[in-house]
């Protein structure tokens, strides 16, 4: 017997070759397959939360638009519901006809029913109208009729279910948003289908599914590929590559992510720092201004009156982050509007004292110097209301025979273990040096205990050309500031 295996096992018995070929493709094999495994899971799951959320976007931006729709269609019927009595018959079908009448887009129309099941409007289906649909339920047999009555007594919400669309009456999902007319004991209501969001869904799953299969095909033309440069070029030359590789395209990936989520993390600071709490109050103040009402109370209107000013303060804070995006008054009025405009802004939100100067460039700079020195005053007074402790700050916008230069001071504590006209690391003045850099712009940085100086120049090719001599135009523009 042992003479049988001893044969059987010379016979598959390797060569050294084969024995090393084997021990190094081998680990690598296993590893391409649970790499593979583990890819197309997490790929799965990833794509599966994805999916989730943009169905959550997609239909909670349906229920904004049906809010709006509905809110429409209480401006429209809301002087003759307000002034009319509970048994005002006349009001009661004029207002059915003014809903009848505004319907939207190639499905969208207002629905009524009394709060005894009776239909009311329909323009779109009516046959409908006149007939009691209590107990009424979808295909699926979901309520639909009860609970759109359930939903107005309750003051107002959403309601799911699946109904014929006009166009086609083949049935499909619907979302509706449904308030109470109280007065009336009537619900007003209007729907949307998401036939659309659902089918986008699906071919989301649909790409998803495919580029997760295509995934999977390249990770396995990739690890055959990596087995025959292993059987041609050997491990330490694969391993080799393989580590550059990772390495360049880790940096790469890393610089891409670091890039994007600076931007999404100023934004979204912007946003919960300053609107978001603006808005958390109003809806405080409201709320209290709510139960007054409901309860008697005369200081009712205190609270709206508040809830009104913190609405025309958040209005404010969304113009002001609009305006750090992208500012209007830079393309309309140039230059100097836009940066006198930012200063008072500043010294208003942070009641630094300010100082503006400059001379009447009547938008003689092109767009991307324009930008470019908008772009380094607002980082500059970031930096001075953030760090710099200063209780004036200066901006200083002159032409020369060399171009323009602005120049930001203010008289704070300087910036810490830092050198004059050295490259400094923080990220917003190494924007400030990329952003002239692209305009072939200068950067100089004087730092010291008593304050900061920050001059950007750009170039003569960066002033449009006017009539006259441009550069004798410059002097004579400085002087006059």
Not at 129 to 149: A, C, E, H, S
Not at 357 to 372: C, G, H, M, Q, S
Not at 395 to 423: P, Y
Not at 451 to 479: D, M
């Amino acid at each position: 017997m042992s003479n049988r295996w001893q044969n059987i096992w010379s016979r598959i018995a390797l060569t050294y070759r084969q024995k090393i070929f084997l021990l190094t493709a081998l680990p690598l094999v296993l590893a391409v397959a649970a790499i593979s495994i583990v890819v197309t899971i997490q790929s799965r799951q990833l794509a599966e939360g994805e999916i989730r959320a943009l169905k959550f976007q997609l239909i909670e931006a349906k229920r904004a638009e049906l809010k709006n729709y509905l809110s429409l269609a209480r401006t429209a019927i809301g002087s003759i519901y307000g002034n009319a009595a509970p048994d005002d018959e006349e009001a009661k079908l004029a207002v059915t006809q003014i809903l009848s009448a505004m319907i939207y887009g190639q499905e969208g129309f207002f629905f009524v029913y009394d709060y005894d099941g009776n239909n009311l409007v329909s323009p779109r289906q009516t046959f409908l109208i006149g007939k009691n649909w209590k107990g009424l339920q979808d295909v699926n047999g979901v309520p639909v009729v009860d609970t759109i009555i359930d939903t107005a007594r309750s003051g107002g919400g959403y309601h799911t279910y699946d109904w014929a669309k006009p166009t086609t009456n083949a049935n499909a999902r619907m979302v509706t948003y449904v308030v109470g007319l109280q007065d009336w004991k009537w619900a007003l209501g209007t729907g949307i289908f998401i036939d659309d969001v659902l089918s986008t869904v699906a071919a989301a799953e649909a790409e998803t599914q495919a580029r997760i299969h295509k995934t999977f095909v390249y990770i396995v033309l990739i690890a055959i590929l990596a087995l025959t440069a292993v059987f041609v070029a050997g491990v330490l030359l694969n391993l080799h590559e393989r580590r550059l590789a990772d390495v360049k395209l880790r940096a790469l990936t890393e610089r891409i992510i670091d890039t994007q989520e600076e931007e999404r993390g100023r934004v979204a600071r912007e946003l919960h720092d300053s609107v978001s709490q603006l808005l958390i109050g109003i809806r405080y103040t409201l709320e209290l201004a709510r139960k007054r009402v409901v309860g008697g109370d005369t200081m009712a209107s205190d609270s709206l009156d508040k809830g009104i000013a913190g609405l025309n303060d958040t209005i404010h804070e969304v113009r002001r982050i609009s305006a750090d995006l992208r500012p209007g008054i830079l393309d309309d009025l140039g230059l100097g509007a836009a940066l006198k405009s930012l200063i008072d802004e500043f010294s208003r939100r942070t009641k630094i004292e300010t100082e503006f100067k400059t001379i009447v460039f009547r938008n003689l700079l092109d767009e991307d110097a324009k930008i470019a020195l908008y772009r380094i005053a607002q980082e500059a007074l970031t930096n001075t209301e953030r760090h710099a402790k200063a209780t004036h700050v200066s901006i200083d916008v002159f032409s020369h025979r060399n171009g323009a230069t602005m120049r930001v001071q203010d008289n704070g504590v300087g910036l810490s273990d830092q050198k004059s006209n050295e490259a400094i690391g923080g990220l917003g003045l190494r924007n400030m040096q990329e952003r002239l850099d692209q305009l072939n712009g200068t950067l100089k940085i004087t730092s010291n205990a008593s304050g900061t100086i920050i001059e950007a120049s750009v170039p003569l090719n960066h002033l449009l050309s006017i009539k006259g001599n441009s550069t004798t135009e410059g002097r004579n523009l400085r002087k006059s500031a």
